[in-house]
């Protein structure tokens, strides 16, 4: 049976569940399931499977699954890694529709386990079970009342569905959302991804009406283009953690999950470019969850902020220019109403310094007129525990406001003991509060950004590269020459595909004689002329090159004194004589690709995040300033453009200070034109335009190296 | 009486202290420091002074501190601004040596209560009373049993001295440390800094044997080579947080203490000059704060974790290789150990995965073969709540562990509300303990940085301006020149001063007639020629200079070409021209300098930084890529060297990828020149040195600023 789209429907709302597995024991996990079941209050039917008993906990235990009278929709299997086989047989024969497998023993444990794991998904697969696992610790869904989980405690309910690919993250996360009362739609395990994986979950979550925000735990994203198809149609703010960004850690992901994960710099550009939230800590992605599930939207970057310190007000405006946000402006009418209102002393300039002795009430008013002036996309509110400080009337009175605004109105409660009580009350409530300023700051920073690539998803046009495929001139001698192994292209198929696609190079052209080399050099002056690359593969050591040719009588002499040393030192008797035109560059650039996946990325989106486009400045300073943006083939020209703007070489490139503007527009042409050659020729796996020399009317490749793999 | 060193004692230590301003309202400012000081049983005599009252709370009440029969050593003042000067009238009459000015009303308002502030910090200097404010919450010495402040709560006793120049930022670092059961040995509002400032106080703390780390919040540094002296000396971590880096904070500060900022480089130069740990966040703060009074030192950089969770390892990973530390590889001999003691599933690499069923007691073997191990420099235990975890059991364990090792060991108990119970047993026990990964890790490369700053400053010979200044050839003419303003030095004083300091320039000649300047070009080819200065301001536009001049034809040419225009086009009857060897440079280099505090900044330390010294990238690419770094006179030949070793230029310098080293000792030779060119005339305000160009065997400076100022 193929995947049909609400395959899902089974795992996350089932009427009835069978716990196979469970035990006399109530501390072994199989009890522990369905404890957490009946705990709960599952409504539906739940039957108990294991065949070494009649009776446990007051209820019938069936011998196998297979004996249960009625219709089981969803399999609970918590049973030794070597009898869950046997146990899925049971399950199709009974036409159960999904499956948790929580036992572990499987792909994380090496070869043996792998192809167990794979036997078992290939029968569920081919009989329409989905399974979610193994080794998981499981699913919850609180607006079913379902835990099928062996998770120490249950989720509070909300609106936040989160898939974790460690079990433990998905325990710490549960922890932290106690604490703060913040609740979810749905908890999910993912384990080792059998067969449901995260991509199927968060499509399926972006079509869940109870879902406003996706959070998600990572440690590889194997369906890339998939992803992003997914993050760029939704409006809901999908918020990942991706960890193993450091060589070090990619080893201990390895050795950890068994698989491999995805460079760092193809997974932030990806995200970036589908409007997906990347977080980097544990309470950043708490946080910034919070602050999507709890709070009003945010429009814009201009933050103003209220305090009851001047301390505090300063750091907090540190931390918003900091982190790309701006200082509101507050209006004249603002301004004049809060003066009237604040004692003479305060200052009523952005951050707003209420004083020290101010009662809860005296935030009132600043509050509320700066939640009505346009000028201002959000508040901060900051409270330090003083003397007078009335903590929890502070925060029954924030709850008050914010429950009326539509803008995002972010409590700070700095301090610990004492200002907990505030939080507490902030949390009871559904107002995303924070201990530090910071951690305030960094969620609105992060909203900010998110709501921002939406607004320019919108108007961009969504481009499909299936659309943009086409056939290339030199198809099937590409592809004849793409090997399992990486393989350079011949330096003339490489001139090939540049012409093919109009790509500038320099002029040049392949002489025998002094007097063929003086019709192009009066041409084209200044010149270079050097050995063929056939005939010679070190040019500068041997000085078989020479630049800067200007005149007939300099180049008639070194074309002499090259010819002499290739006849004579190579024993070349007729040495071909390379010519080209010299390129008085201003500017240096650089552009390269990867390839994410393998030579049939485009055919199915299944596989990998295709072609990563790096561009910046080129020339010795690559290494050094690394001053490289990238993008994701396809790119539309404004995403492309977004990429440039990002390079700090861009600012020289269109002109500054004073300086004419270099060639920009052909820049972005030859962009265009390697991106066409990516999507025309897939095998290519990586190429290297660099330098690109930049002129005031072209942007010429000198040098273009292109490799392909299958 | 001048200041005497031990003139803080009576302060932090008195024996006798008079509440000015105690009110029959027991929540008035003076009733409570009243309360506050009664509260904690300070053992000495209190006596409350107030005109209207005869007794109150059951105590005598004096008309004024004059009334008093016995010694007083320390005053409290909580009276209206306007009559505090009468008061400190009484106090310097009783011979009271010192005050604590808690009312606010002075140089924060404006001119009116600065010159009342100066007043009486002038009237208090002079009769040696040390004064402690005003506009400050107070000061709290537990170990003595004295909390002489209005906040809302007391510390507990420890070895943290704090200082704060923001009231509110005490209140919530008191918060943060009641609910971590972190103690201080100081606790001190600052104030407006009459009197008392924080260098004054730090060089106490330095000296204190109670306390073992100080912290201080800072919104500006006024004697900055003092503190810098200071912090080069001492052997206790001083932590400063001083925010105002964005220069919309600067506005921030400037409205709420009326003073100016230093800028963020220097300031952040001057710290890590110092060995002093400059940190950016209120969380930041507090645990490096913790982790420096709980924990035992951190001698080297390889961490290793040990962790009941994949996922988090990971993440653990991530963060220590992003922070600069490294990620221990542990001896065989460990491992081994470990192997035999875990489950055949557990990893053994680092990190050390005890897996998710772990009790306490897994925990305890891999710890402590850790805390043996020659390879490993900290252990980070962390810990997620899954469903066996034993969180209260594993803290005891960590607790018991930690007291025996003489490394650190930090856990990281990931999660919120059931971890909390863990948590809080740690902090009973005085264990730097986390709720994230990313916390503790920050902590712990902070420690890191602070012990190599301090080994190498150990290294270093510590310099002294005052030894290294010295008489300068230009002193009568560059003092007669220095204005109030900034003004620029003429060229022909600039390139005295060049060759007074031995500064590479290039040759050249003033001639008048084209065979000295063929003369000239002779010895020097390729050459440049310009008009003067005098004669011309924007040579490049109206092609009054011509560059690559290899020969004498086109020396010939060029010369008449711009005679010709200074001639007809100027009307300059007998024009002077500029002859310059030209440089064929492989680099370019930038120095500049700008100036912290006046011109008599190396005669006194109490006035600023001093110079500090910018180097890089030079030419265009200087303001695109930033590739700067800094240090501040006098810099030490090795400090020279970490300052230049911290660009990324100084790599391509130093020759790399097989290409040749290009003249670096020439640079440094340059900077050192530099530094002595400062020393000599501290007139100098700021000066550019941009481009040096670097050739195999020189550094050229061709283009020299510099503008002097008093």
């Not at 980097?280 to 602050?291: D, G, K, L, T």
């Not at 990486?486 to 002029?507: K, R, S, Y």
């Amino acid at each position: 049976m193929p995947k049909s789209d609400n395959s899902l429907e089974n795992l996350f709302n089932p009427e009835s569940i069978a716990i196979i597995g469970v035990s006399k024991d109530p501390d072994k996990i199989g009890s522990i399931i369905y404890s957490n079941i009946c705990e709960n209050k599952f409504p539906g039917r739940v039957y108990l499977v294991n065949p070494k008993h009649k009776e446990l906990y007051g209820h019938t235990v069936y011998e196998s699954v297979k004996s249960i009278p009625e219709q089981v929709d969803l399999a609970c299997i918590s049973v030794p890694a070597p009898i869950v086989e046997a146990v899925i047989d049971d399950c199709i024969e009974k036409d159960v529709k999904a499956a948790i497998i929580i036992s572990a023993g499987f792909s994380e444990t090496g070869e043996q386990g792998t192809a167990l794991e794979e036997k078992i998904a290939q029968k569920a697969n081919k009989a329409g079970l989905r399974i979610l696992g193994p080794n998981c610790l499981g699913m919850m869904n609180p607006s079913k009342r379902l835990n099928a989980s062996f998770a120490a405690s249950s989720p509070l309910e909300g609106n936040i569905a989160f898939l974790s690919q460690s079990g433990a993250f998905c325990t710490a996360v549960l922890d932290m959302s106690l604490d703060k009362n913040l609740g979810f739609s749905h908890f999910v395990s993912l384990g080792n991804k059998a067969d449901i994986e995260e991509t199927e979950l968060i499509e399926y979550f972006c079509d869940e009406k109870k879902v406003n925000v996706i959070g998600a735990y990572l440690e590889e994203v194997a369906n890339g283009q998939r992803l992003i198809q997914i993050a760029k149609k939704t409006a809901k703010p999908i918020v990942v953690f991706k960890p193993g960004e450091s060589s070090e850690a990619k080893k201990a992901i390895s050795s950890h999950t068994g698989s491999l994960a995805g460079s760092a710099e193809t997974i932030e550009t990806a995200f970036k470019q589908a409007g997906i939230v990347q977080v980097r800590r544990v309470h950043q992605m708490f946080n910034v969850m919070m602050a999507f599930s709890w709070s009003k939207p945010l429009k814009g970057n201009r933050i103003a902020v209220v305090t009851n310190a001047g301390g505090p007000g300063i750091i907090a405006t540190d931390d918003i220019v900091d982190s790309g946000l701006k200082m509101a402006e507050i209006s004249q009418t603002s301004k004049k109403l809060i003066e009237e209102h604040l004692p003479s002393t305060a200052s009523v300039i952005n951050p707003i310094d209420v004083i020290g002795d101010a009662l809860a009430e005296r935030y009132k008013l600043p509050i509320e007129v700066l939640a009505e002036d346009e000028n201002v996309d959000a508040i901060l509110v900051v409270l330090t525990p003083q003397l007078v400080t009335q903590i929890e009337d502070t925060a029954k009175l924030i709850i008050n406001t914010a429950k009326l605004s539509d803008k995002p109105i972010f409590p700070v409660f700095l301090g610990g003991k004492y200002v907990s009580f505030g939080l507490h009350r902030l949390y009871d409530f559904k107002i995303p509060a924070f201990q530090y300023i910071s951690d305030a700051v960094d969620a609105l920073s992060l909203m900010y950004k998110y709501y921002k690539t939406e607004e320019n998803l919108a108007k961009k046009k969504s481009l499909d590269f299936k659309t943009l495929r086409r056939k290339g001139e030199y198809e099937l001698e590409i592809a004849a020459g793409t090997k399992e192994t990486t393989t350079a292209l011949p330096e003339p198929m490489v001139q090939n595909i540049a012409e093919e696609f109009g790509i500038d190079t320099p002029h040049q052209q392949v002489v025998t004689t002094v007097d063929e080399a003086l019709e192009f050099g009066n041409k084209q002056y200044p010149v270079v002329i050097k050995a063929t690359t056939e005939d010679f593969e070190h040019k500068t050591e041997y000085r078989a090159i020479h630049l800067d040719i200007h005149t007939d009588k300099k180049l008639r002499e070194k074309y002499f004194e090259l010819e002499e040393l290739l006849k004579e030192k190579l024993r070349i008797p007729n040495p071909k004589i390379l010519i080209q035109e010299q390129i008085q560059f201003k500017e240096e650039f650089f552009l390269g690709s990867k390839r994410d996946g393998d030579s049939d990325v485009y055919e199915t989106e299944d596989i990998g995040f295709g072609h990563i486009i790096a561009l910046g400045k080129g020339g010795i300073y690559t290494e050094t300033y690394k001053d490289i943006n990238y993008f994701l083939v396809p790119a539309s020209d404004l995403e492309i453009e977004d990429a440039l703007k990002q390079t700090k070489i861009w600012k020289i490139i269109k002109g500054t200070r004073g300086q004419k503007p270099l060639a920009y527009k052909a820049i972005i042409n030859t962009i265009q034109k390697v991106q066409k050659m990516l999507l025309t020729y897939p095998q290519i796996e990586s190429l290297d335009l660099n330098p690109i020399l930049v002129t005031k009317d072209r942007a010429v490749a000198v040098d273009i190296k292109i490799f392909t793999k299958k």
